[in-house]
């Protein structure tokens, strides 16, 4: 046995020596793990700017392309209640606006309908594709993009309206697409009356909504349901839906109203932001 002089000698001795090569080697891994994480960072930011800048350039050529304009004539109304004071003769009493379809028709033959809503970002054509996956990355023009467009529900049909009918959009933090429908969560925009219509123009017809219900909730299929098996279903979709509701506003719906919902995410992908609207007037478009 080696003898030791002191106990300085002998635990210099029991003290292992540093492996430089591993420690180097994991240098290495961990400096090639932070690279890595940079670059696909970057990447991720670059491809979302450049998606962001595709889509104002191709909203911006479809603006030059289609008249937006006031349109006063009454229309028809639809569904109306008994009682004189609801507010729904308020709203029915809002013009139309009215949009020309054919340059957007040539531009895109996927084209149903165009969408306004007032003090949002919301000013677009709808198309509609033979899934709901389609336009969740692809852009107006058909071009790849993950901005998306915005989009009718597969299983709606624009000239025959379902109970229920659904579009979709992408919540872009630029404000594209349905990414200031976070206005209709504010005070400021709750507040404010003349908010709480939904303009929608098709090929056939303009229409008017009335929004009943604004709220925020975890993604499910159940408030995207398009048709009911009976009234019994649809009313008891009705209460549930006005139930939610997080907005000052009190609309009168019953199971003979024909229902627009606008969906998108809130802050992550597991959250939606939902509002739902009853059809109160229209108006046949005449060549």
């Not at 005070?187 to 303009?206: G, R």
């Not at 019994?232 to 109203?257: A, F, G, H, L, Y």
Request: charged share 20%; glycine share 2%.
């Amino acid at each position: 046995m080696k003898k030791y002089i002191s106990f300085e000698d002998y635990f210099k001795n029991q003290t292992p020596k540093p492996n430089y090569k591993k420690n180097k080697i994991f240098k290495i891994i961990l400096i090639t793990i932070f690279l890595s994480i940079i670059i696909l960072s970057s990447y991720s930011i670059f491809k979302w700017h450049l998606n962001n800048t595709k889509t104002k350039y191709i909203y911006k050529e479809i603006e030059k392309n289609f008249n937006f304009n006031s349109n006063h004539n009454q229309g028809e109304l639809i569904n109306p209640p008994n009682n004189k004071n609801s507010n729904y003769y308020y709203y029915a009493s809002i013009p139309f606006y009215q949009v020309s379809f054919s340059v957007l028709s040539y531009l895109n033959k996927d084209t149903v309908a165009f969408i306004y809503l007032r003090n949002t970002n919301v000013k677009y054509p709808i198309v509609k594709s033979n899934d709901n996956k389609y336009y969740l990355t692809h852009s107006f023009d058909k071009t790849q993009n993950n901005a998306g467009w915005i989009f009718m529900d597969y299983r709606n049909n624009i000239n025959n309206l379902s109970e229920n009918t659904v579009i979709y959009g992408h919540r872009r933090l630029d404000g594209t697409m349905f990414g200031s429908l976070k206005n209709t969560l504010t005070p400021k925009w709750q507040n404010d009356p003349n908010n709480y219509v939904i303009f929608l123009s098709t090929l056939k017809e303009n229409m008017l909504f009335q929004i009943f219900s604004i709220y925020t909730i975890k993604q499910e299929s159940y408030y995207i349901t398009t048709n009911f098996n009976n009234s019994n279903e649809k009313q008891k979709w009705i209460n549930i839906m006005k139930k939610r509701n997080i907005s000052p506003i009190d609309t009168e719906v019953n199971i003979n109203d024909k229902i627009l919902t606008l969906s998108t995410c809130q802050n992550n992908q597991d959250k939606r932001i939902v509002i739902h609207a009853k059809l109160i007037k229209k108006q046949k478009i005449t060549k």
